[in-house]
């Protein structure tokens, strides 16, 4: 969904991708940023790597090709950081330190994934509307009607 996103947003301008529409991350530019750092910021929990940051709000990039290139950066990471879990995993505490909050927090990892992939889906939820303020069409969002779900087709 990241790169469908990115796709659209490749045929706006820059002022369209960074135009201030009232939400959390003001821009479409602003909400991709701001996902990027929190990804990083949890891969770097995920695998005992500090990412250091100021706020949720700092911008990693300003020039879109750049911020598109390290999105895809990331999420190859993110999908190689999966490939070495094992379902055992899931059940396994899961301690880190809260930087809102000011304090060390342990769940179970199973937690904390489903809550970095809902915030994931939570801010494309917001890109999606902003690109469709301006007049763009996301097409297919919902995931079960994404190509290669259904069974068959990415089981095999």
């Not at 999420?75 to 909050?101: G, M, N, P, Q």
């Not at 970095?116 to 469709?132: K, L, V």
Request: hydrophobic letters at 40%.
């Amino acid at each position: 969904m990241n790169e469908n996103l990115f796709e659209i947003c490749a045929s706006m301008n820059d002022e369209e991708r960074k135009r201030d529409l009232g939400t959390p991350f003001r821009s479409i530019h602003g909400t991709f940023n701001h996902l990027l750092l929190v990804d990083r910021l949890w891969l770097g929990r995920f695998q005992h790597q500090e990412f250091r940051i100021t706020t949720l709000a700092d911008e990693l990039y300003s020039d879109f090709e750049e911020l598109h290139r390290e999105r895809n950066i990331t999420d190859d990471a993110i999908d190689a950081w999966l490939a070495t879990l094992h379902e055992s995993d899931l059940a396994s505490a899961f301690t880190f330190h809260s930087r809102s909050r000011n304090q060390d927090n342990t769940f179970l990892l199973a937690s904390v994934m489903l809550h970095f992939f809902n915030h994931q889906t939570h801010h494309r939820g917001q890109i999606t509307a902003m690109i469709e303020t301006l007049g763009y069409d996301c097409g297919v969002t919902d995931l079960l009607w994404l190509p290669g779900l259904e069974k068959g087709m990415a089981w095999e």
